[in-house]
Antibody
Framework: EVQLVESGGGLVQPGASLKLSCVAS????????MSWVRQTPGKTMEWIGD????????NYAPSLKNRFTISRDNAKSTLYLQMSNVRSEDTATYYC?????????WGQGVMVTVSS | DIQMTQSPASLSASLGETVTIECRAS??????LAWYQQKPGNSPQLLIY???SLADGVPSRFSGSGSGTQYSLKINSLQSEDVASYFC????????FGSGTKLEIK
């Protein structure tokens, strides 16, 4: 059974940094591109970016490219999202997803709240 | 980026009815479209990919159609467990989502 389990969310102050993790199981993690998607409290869905199966290439939504970094550790079957200089508009639930003609698996999501 | 315009924003229908949700892309997305169901408090689940292919385990009362810039999701014989929000998403370019449709039972 495919499982994606995110962690690392919480309350963070504007301008701070935060790193989210996603541990994958039930499939060969190193064979797949992986993505992060977020959903705002108003339910708007936004793709953040993705990373190639070997970690050699990343793509980002243009509006987030300069502040967010996606990485992975295939030995640990773990995907990461490094968020820097966070803003109130980054308040959202962050999902780890597997892209495959759409996104065929999603984690349970982790909430990030940016507030002073 | 490709804009996805989804309608209606909300929908109320009776059990057993057929409902249709529409998505319009700002440019041709060549059927690179997925539909998701998100039940309250849960993560989205893939229903349809490639505009009209049913994902594994999805009931056959769900179907997708369309081409070019116009796509739709149809739910036949509405069941109580279909109460959810539904989103479209294109993957012809970097992924973008529709704004969602909240489906309730009348």
């Amino acid at each position: 059974e495919v499982q994606l389990v995110e962690s690392g969310g919480g309350l963070v102050q504007p301008g701070a940094s935060l790193k989210l993790s996603c541990v994958a199981s039930g499939f060969t993690f190193s064979d797949y591109w992986m993505s992060w998607v977020r959903q705002t409290p108003g339910k708007t869905m936004e793709w953040i970016g993705d990373i190639k199966y070997d970690g050699s290439y990343t793509n980002y939504a243009p509006s987030l490219k300069n502040r967010f970094t996606i990485s992975r550790d295939n030995a640990k079957s773990t995907l990461y999202l490094q968020m820097s200089n966070v803003r109130s508009e980054d308040t959202a639930t962050y999902y780890c997803t597997r892209p495959s003609l759409g996104f065929d698996y999603w984690g349970q999501g982790v909430m990030v709240t940016v507030s002073s | 980026d490709i804009q996805m315009t989804q309608s209606p924003a909300s929908l109320s229908a009776s059990l057993g009815e057929t409902v249709t949700i529409e998505c319009r892309a700002s440019e041709d997305i060549y059927s690179n479209l997925a539909w998701y169901q998100q039940k309250p408090g849960n993560s989205p689940q893939l229903l349809i990919y490639d505009a009209n292919s049913l994902a594994d385990g999805v009931p056959s009362r769900f179907s997708g159609s369309g081409s070019g810039t116009q796509y739709s999701l149809k739910i036949n014989s509405l069941q109580s467990e279909d109460v959810a929000s539904y989103f479209c998403q294109q993957y012809n370019n970097y992924p973008t989502f529709g704004s969602g449709t909240k489906l309730e039972i009348k």
